[in-house]
């Protein structure tokens, strides 16, 4: 017997994302967190050809610092272990890099995309109304991007099976968070459908 989608097990709002309303953001997929990335590689990548297939923006973010003025809490947090310009591990993992350009590159030094950056300015200029959240790490990086689109305005759509973290206790727990006050949950076949326009009626 076919596993139900990924998305079934939170679910509580039902909805498709508008083509000509949304822009999908890749967070955070660079070297050092391939680890958790590798294994929704494929996922990402064909999350971002879809979009790009349907003319919908794309954008990516890196996380790296660049001197302890942007460390923020996050420098006490993580005992300065953090992400610094200009390292290997900063970078986009290479299959990722490969399908950005430059213009679609946000860099950032907190858990939230829109923080100190011009993303928010970016998705304006393009008539962005909804987001869908892709990437690493699930319950910091972009969770904390979804709940800040929400606050703005955003509809936020959040990927179930092209977001990955350390560990699945924290996964389904944003998962669950994310279905109850802040996100439609969908996963690659989901989005595809309802890009294509097979899914569900709004």
Partial sequence: MASSPSYKKYEIRKRDPNPKAAALLVIDMQNYFSSMAGPILTNAIATVNLCRQASIPVFFTRHCHKSPADYGMLGEWWDND????????SELIPEIERLSKPDEVVEKNTYSAFENTRLQEMLAERGVEEVIITGVMTNLCCETTARAAF????????????????DSELHEATLKNMATGFAYLVDCKRLQQGISGNGMKK
């Avoid at 953090?82 to 591990?89: E, I, K, N, R, S």
């Fill in 151 to 166: 606050v703005k305005g955003y509809r936020v759509f959040f990927s179930t099976d092209a977001t990955a973290t350390s």
């Fill in 82 to 89: 953090l992400l610094f310009d200009g390292t290997v591990d």
